[in-house]
């Protein structure tokens, strides 16, 4: 088992362009989650997906979109990248909510210039 | 905003002391989680306490949940300098189906 990764590690961007993140895992979980985490802020939700063709916001949405077109798949984008999205991304995947643990990729850290 | 504040923001013990984090948050949860983040990786599950339980043990680790004063503690027993990392306690709250984390307590354990 793979668990869950994510593509790519590292990236950098420049203000306006254009990106998609891709979390994949291999445990048949229903529950995938995209957070981001910046010095001292601990972990913010972004988006997550309760299965197979939903999205829902979380916390901090704004100037991203997400898609859960396959169960094991959940693609964050970011249509028009902003200095304030550099960031380290992480994604999450867990059985169901709420009573089991999260297992985290490895993340992705993004530097937007 | 953030659900779970941790205290202390960073700590620094010695191996084989005992070391003692806090967490406290705001609104009614289903249950609490602490997860460890080594440096530049993600973070790994450590332990669940569900909002009816009081104490909990894994192995070297102890969490408490008072529900009353909306506050949790976790406490590793003969550190090691293996458990330097960052901790973090995350919430997941009744009714809503996102969990939110700390800051997290980093955790320093010198040789």
């Known amino acids: 088992n793979a668990g869950v990764t994510q593509t790519p590690k590292f990236r950098v961007l420049k203000t306006g362009q254009s990106m998609t993140l891709l979390c994949a895992q291999d445990?048949?979980?229903?529950?995938m989650y995209w957070y981001r985490q910046d010095p001292g802020m601990g972990l913010r939700l972004i988006h997550y997906?309760?299965?197979?063709?939903?999205?829902a916001k979380g916390e901090v949405p704004d100037g991203y979109n997400v898609s859960r077109l396959k169960k094991q798949n959940f693609l964050l984008g970011l249509e028009s990248a902003a200095p304030s999205q550099t960031s380290v991304y992480f994604c999450?995947?867990?059985?169901?909510?709420?009573?089991?643990?999260?297992?985290f990729g490895p993340g992705t850290r993004l530097t937007v210039t | 905003s953030q659900q779970g504040e941790e205290d202390p923001q960073a700590l620094s013990i010695q191996e084989g002391e005992n070391a003692t984090m806090n967490c406290s948050y705001k609104?009614?949860?289903?249950?609490l989680q602490w997860y460890r983040q080594n440096s530049g990786r993600g973070l790994v599950h450590l332990i669940l306490?569900?909002?009816?339980?009081r104490e909990k043990h894994s192995g070297r680790l102890r969490v408490t949940l008072d529900t009353s004063k909306k506050s949790s503690s976790l406490l590793i027993t003969a550190s090691r300098a293996a458990d330097t990392a960052s901790y973090f306690c995350?919430?997941?709250?009744?009714?809503?189906?996102?969990?939110?984390f700390g800051a997290g307590t980093r955790l320093t354990v010198k040789p």
């Open positions: 999450a995947s867990s059985y169901i909510y709420p009573s089991y643990e999260q297992y």
């Open positions: 445990m048949n979980h229903e529950y």
């Open positions: 997906s309760v299965g197979e063709g939903t999205t």
């Open positions: 609104t009614s949860i289903n249950n």
């Open positions: 306490i569900r909002s009816n339980e």
């Open positions: 995350a919430t997941a709250r009744l009714n809503n189906n996102d969990m939110r």
